[in-house]
Each structure stands twice: as C-alpha cells, then as structure tokens.
C-alpha cells in the first residue's frame, strides 16, 4: 500500500482564491509526522508546514493551513489567496517516528495560478 | 536559502560508468540524507547518514553507496550506471538530537540532475 497518495495530479485556481490540495497516508505507526513541500521548477524543495500525529490543532502557517483529519488519515494542504507565485508542484510527505530526514513522499499535485 | 549546496548542478554519463554527487549541509547540521527523483515522480529515499554512519536505507541496490564527513558533507556514489538512474538526486540536512527526536526543520539543496545515455 502507497504511504502516501495525493490523487490530483493537477490543480487550477484564480488569483487570489483559495485551493485544497489532497493528502492521503497510510501508518501503523503511532508517532508521525507530516510535512508539505513545494518544488518549482528549479527542483529545490521548499518547506511550508508540519504537523504532528499528536499534535490537537492544525499547524497554519502565514497563508498556508493543513486540514489534519487522524481518523480518516487525511491531511490535506490549504493555500489562501493564491499568487502567480504558488504555480509549482506540491508534494505530501510523512516521516514514522523519529526517523530522521527519511520521507515517504507523495507524487505530487502541479498547481497553477490563473491571472 | 537553504544553506544546503550541492554539485553538480548538471551532469551527463554514460552507461556503466561512475558518478560521485556532493553535498554541503547547513553548518552544525549532522543528519544527511539523499533522495532520487525521477521525471514525474515525487522522491524517493535512498539513505541517510548520521553523524557518519548510514542510518537508514530504501530500496535501492549496493551500487548506490554514500559517505558523510567529519564536517558533516556528505557524499552519494552510484556505480554501474544505468538508464533508469537518470534522475534528480535531493540531499537534504538537519540538526537530530537522539534524546529530544527529529527536529521538523528539515533543508534541502536544490538538486543535481543526472542524465544517463
């Protein structure tokens, strides 16, 4: 079973809406971590936001927020007022315990911003 | 910025030859570990190294093989090179502490793309 299935592979929206990107991941493991990255072109990984299994809220960060759903393994990416800037390829990942910088990652969702 | 360089940017081998890619870490960073990303795909992890030692290993055969230095760069090495390892290879960095667990703030360089014909 994938670890980690994000079943957009592309994803429009207007300037200055907001998008939900999709996450979906499979553990057994009680502690886990789950990370959201963006990769443009340049092929750098950028970090945008963290959540813990343990964690009781959702992490936000500046316009970004991660819709963290433990019963259904959902944790879903939420961008608000989308820039031409947000077009890149964004990607889930999950570490399991303390494993260091070991990810499983997603295929990724391409998101383009429309002017 | 990252603080995390690696090198090449660019390169193109033949098949069955060698490759070594290079990593400077982000300073005072002591894990190191080393993903493959093919065309299309999202990464995947090959190895990772800790304070010198492999620390975990994915699925990947021995010919890709590693090395992490005192100073905490960090080597990748693929032998034999086949078409399929045309890839990005991402290196990424951070500060581990054993008692208090992984840190969550995780760098990565922006790649080396290797092409092989």
């Known amino acids: 079973a994938q670890k980690i299935t994000q079943t957009q592979p592309g994803m429009f929206v207007q300037e200055k809406e907001a998008v939900t990107l999709d996450c979906t991941y499979d553990?057994?493991?009680?502690?886990?971590?789950l990370f959201w990255y963006k990769q443009p072109s340049s092929g750098e990984m950028i970090f945008l936001i963290y959540?813990?299994?343990?964690?009781?809220q959702n992490a936000t960060e500046g316009r970004y927020s991660l819709n963290f759903q433990k019963a259904r393994k959902s944790a879903n990416l939420v961008i608000s007022a989308s820039q031409l800037g947000d077009s890149a390829m964004y990607f889930c990942?999950?570490?399991?315990?303390?494993?260091?910088?070991?990810?499983?990652f997603g295929t990724g969702t391409s998101l383009t911003v429309i002017p | 910025e990252t603080g995390v360089t690696q090198s090449p940017t660019h390169l193109i081998k033949t098949r069955g030859q060698q490759v070594t890619l290079r990593c400077s870490s982000q300073?005072?960073?002591?894990?190191v570990s080393w993903y493959q990303q093919a065309l299309g795909q999202g990464p995947q992890f090959i190895f990772q190294y800790y304070r010198e030692e492999e620390n975990g290993r994915g699925n990947f055969p021995p010919r890709f093989s590693g090395l992490q230095f005192p100073n905490y760069s960090s080597e990748l090495n693929v032998n034999a090179l086949e078409l399929d390892d045309s890839a990005l290879y991402l290196c990424?960095?951070?500060?581990?502490?054993?008692?208090?667990?992984?840190?969550?703030?995780?760098?990565f360089g922006e790649g080396s793309w290797l092409t092989v014909v």
């Open positions: 300073s005072g960073h002591n894990t």
């Open positions: 553990t057994s493991d009680p502690s886990y971590g």
């Open positions: 990942a999950m570490r399991e315990g303390d494993a260091g910088n070991q990810f499983y």
């Open positions: 990424a960095s951070s500060l581990r502490d054993i008692e208090e667990g992984s840190g969550n703030t995780i760098y």
């Open positions: 959540q813990g299994s343990y964690d009781q």
